[in-house]
């Protein structure tokens, strides 16, 4: 499957964006879906994982409550609503996927999605 995301930009601290990942090759229902962002100098930290097989979103403690994943198998493309943006909130955000044989603590590492996209910049200014 070949992931490409979209969607990020410049937005001032409160503001809101919407993330975008298309998939070409398979159905995205094959797959858990999962948002990763990479500040400069940190590691990739997970952000949000959706295993289709279970219905299930995994968020990570530090975007609870502001950011929504959703996903529209129909049109083969997964999304990440970021609302309440902070400049902690600067990264590349990248998604991944997986095939959805898992248990969902698996969907949290990384190094667990052999499927990348290319990842998109997001930049929260104060």
């Known amino acids: 499957v070949q992931l490409q995301a979209s969607g990020g930009g410049l937005v001032q601290a409160g503001g809101s964006l919407s993330l975008s990942c298309a998939a070409s090759g398979r159905s995205l229902s094959s797959y858990a879906m999962g948002w990763f962002r990479q500040a400069p100098g940190k590691k990739r930290e997970f952000v949000a994982a959706n295993a289709w097989s279970s219905g299930r979103t995994s968020y990570a403690d530090s975007v609870k409550g502001r950011f929504t994943f959703s996903r529209d198998n129909a049109k083969n493309t997964v999304y990440l609503q970021m609302n309440s943006l902070t400049p902690e909130d600067t990264a590349v955000y990248y998604c991944?996927?997986?095939?959805?044989?898992?248990?969902?603590?698996?969907?949290?590492?990384?190094?667990?999605?052999?499927?990348w996209g290319q990842g998109t910049l997001v930049t929260v200014s104060s």
């Open positions: 991944a996927a997986v095939t959805n044989d898992f248990s969902d603590t698996y969907y949290l590492a990384p190094q667990n999605y052999p499927y």
